[in-house]
């Protein structure tokens, strides 16, 4: 019923600058919140944001006064857009729907990474 289609990523050098982009198609009823999660090698998945139905986005400390999530209504798209990267930012980004009721939808992932 609802697809999510992330896209963007790729290789930065510390202190860069990515975005990325997670499309939204379909019905949206019972839609609760849109989050970023990502999971690194040898570490445990995080969730980095998390949008509510109010669009007020929580941030987890690690990344806090550096990612933000912008949104482009008209095209049903939010972004994490991730700046002053560190290499500890490497990890594989997945854009996630929730809903009231129901189970999640998760967009493919997309690969970060963070290296000079």
């Known amino acids: 019923q609802v697809q999510l289609v992330d896209s963007g990523g790729g290789l930065v050098q510390p202190g860069g600058s990515l975005r990325l982009s997670c499309a939204a198609s379909?019905?949206?009823?019972?839609?609760?919140?849109m989050g970023w999660y990502r999971q690194a090698p040898g570490k445990q998945g995080e969730l980095v944001a998390l949008?509510?139905?109010?669009?007020?986005?929580n941030y987890a400390d690690s990344v806090k006064g550096r990612f933000n999530n912008p949104r482009d209504n008209a095209k049903n798209t939010v972004y994490l857009q991730m700046n002053s990267l560190k290499p500890e930012d490497t990890a594989v980004y997945y854009c996630?729907?929730?809903?009231?009721?129901?189970?999640?939808?998760w967009g493919q992932g997309i690969q970060v990474t963070v290296s000079s």
């Open positions: 996630k729907l929730d809903f009231v009721i129901g189970n999640p939808v």
């Open positions: 949008t509510t139905l109010g669009a007020v986005t």
């Open positions: 379909g019905s949206m009823f019972r839609f609760s919140a």
